[in-house]
């Protein structure tokens, strides 16, 4: 399936983690209010299991924001991906590439996990469109991102992606990985811009 394929629909984490972060961070009182401003008070009584909609996400990201500010939004939104990445380690990404990514050196080790992510981009990118633009050292590229869609900022605001990345990239390439969007459309930019460094 490509990108194109899946309608605008994103993987249920995207929900379920961003639920879990704001539940154990600001409790459920907190959770609750996010959901329901989102317009998505239905899944407080049961957790997406399928993909949803993005329509979803985006409004979700944009009731984070407007319910604890942007700051707040994006230390949760950051820890929902860090869950995100641990969800994809226990029942995702097949135990014999983790170990045979644990061994690579950190550059091949990086370029084979970039190149499965691509592979996988559809089910979190909804109908924007995913690019690693360079491999050395590693750059990826978001045009679209529901994350941020629609919206103004005067900082990136796409951390679920950024801590997702971090965490498969702190497992399986290198332990210092420190994933940083360095470019965002909520302020302006052409598209969104990650970039991962280790030392």
Known sequence: MSQTDNHGRIGPNAIIRVFEALNEQRGRTVAEAVFQRAGLGGYLDALPEAMVPEEEVI??????????????????ARDAGRRTGDYLLARRIPRPAQALLKILPAKLASRTLLKAISGNAWTFVG???????????PR?????????????????????YAG???????????????????ACQATGDPSCLFEVRWS
Request: charged content about 25%.
């Open 59 to 76: 409004a979700l990201q944009q009731a984070l924001r407007d319910e604890l500010g942007i700051a707040e939004a994006r230390e949760i």
């Open 127 to 137: 109908t924007g469109h995913f690019a690693v633009t360079s491999a050395s050292p």
């Open 140 to 160: 990826i590229e978001i045009s679209h991102s529901p994350l941020c869609r629609g919206t103004q900022s005067d900082e990136p605001l796409c951390d679920f």
């Open 164 to 182: 997702t990345f971090e965490r498969l990239f702190r497992v399986l390439v290198h332990p210092d990985s420190v994933f940083t969007e360095t």
